[in-house]
Every structure is written in C-alpha cells, then in structure tokens.
C-alpha cells in the first residue's frame, strides 16, 4: 500500500495549487457518470469562485505527489450559492431557516485518482475537512447515477436529503446531509 500524507492549505496556498489540483480533478471524473460535464476549465472557474467563499478549506492527500483533494466552505442563508438553484428540496431549504446564518458547511469536492481509491485516501480526505467546521451540518451535492460516491456517503453517515435544480440545462443533482458532531 502506497503511503500518504495528509496536508491542509490555505486558500492562496490553494490557488498556487490550483493546476495540481485540477488535474487530479481531470483524473478523478475521467470515467465516471457525466465526465463531460466535468471539463477542466469549468472546474477551475468554480474553484476560483469556491476559493474566496467564507471559511474555505482544503485538505490534500499527498504520496508525495497530489493523489487527492477535498475542500468545502461554509454558506450563507440568504448567499449567493443558493442562486445557483431554481429548486431546493424543503427538507434542506429548511436547514437554512435557522438563527445563525451560517449553519451549513459545503463539501463541495473529494476527489482521489483512481490508482489511489480504496486505501483510505478518500475517507481520511473527508474526516480531515469536517473535522475543523463549527457548522452543526454538512451538505454536499452528488450527480445520479455515482454509485460509488453514494455507498461512500452512506458509510460515512450522509443522508440522502432530496434533489436540488439547477438553474438552465444542468440535470438536478442529489442532495445528502449529515450532522456534524463535536
């Protein structure tokens, strides 16, 4: 088994480790469900976007060289990220509706190559990047018909909480939940 370190960066560590990382990207979804809609430009237009979200944080699993990743961010109630959506089921609409208004931590992606998946990487990635959230949940969004990401989640103790829609073309993406206990 190959040896891995684990290694959290900044977000302007992030953005110097942005091509590393969308490589990695380009790896990880090369074969999956929907791996035209993961085009490398696109996803290094949204990570710019995620890198200057409130509370950005990113973990990298290195053997030395970047096998995986897995960065998120905390949202506002009434933020910009919910506008990327004509629809959200009430079940997590109604996660929002709290007191604080930053009660929702986002995993937005973990991702580990394929030539490292089924050592640990992917779940170690996961704790690591929950484990300095305040938010008392997480959510992340997940394309149908990922099969492995979903048994993933499940194992980990995220709920599946309905579909969200996107707004234009995009096909709704399946919305899973999980508390975050301290």
């Known amino acids: 088994m190959t040896e891995f370190f684990l290694r959290r960066l900044s977000r302007w560590q992030a953005e110097d480790q942005r091509n590393d990382i969308a490589d990695v990207h380009a790896e990880s979804y090369r074969d999956s ?3 035209a809609l993961h085009d490398r430009q696109d996803f290094l237009r949204r990570f710019a976007e995620h890198v200057q979200q409130p509370d950005f944080d990113l ?3 290195c053997a030395p060289q970047v096998v995986g990743c897995a960065y998120g961010f905390r949202i506002d109630r009434d933020g910009s990220w919910w506008d990327r959506f004509s629809q959200v089921p009430e079940e997590l609409a109604g996660l929002t509706e709290v007191a604080d208004s930053r009660q929702l931590f986002v995993m937005a992606e973990l991702m580990v190559r394929p030539a490292h998946r089924h050592r640990g990487v992917g779940g170690r990635l996961h704790d690591q ?14 394309e149908p018909g990922n099969g492995a990401a979903r048994a993933a989640l499940q194992g980990w103790g995220w709920v599946h909480s309905g579909k969200v829609h996107p707004r234009g073309d995009t096909a709704p993406l399946e919305a899973w939940t999980r508390p975050l206990v301290r």
Request: net charge positive; aromatic share 0%.
């Open 33 to 35: 469900p929907g791996a």
């Open 129 to 142: 990047l929950l484990a300095r959230s305040s938010a008392p949940r997480a959510v992340t969004l997940l």
């Open 59 to 61: 973990v990298l699993a």
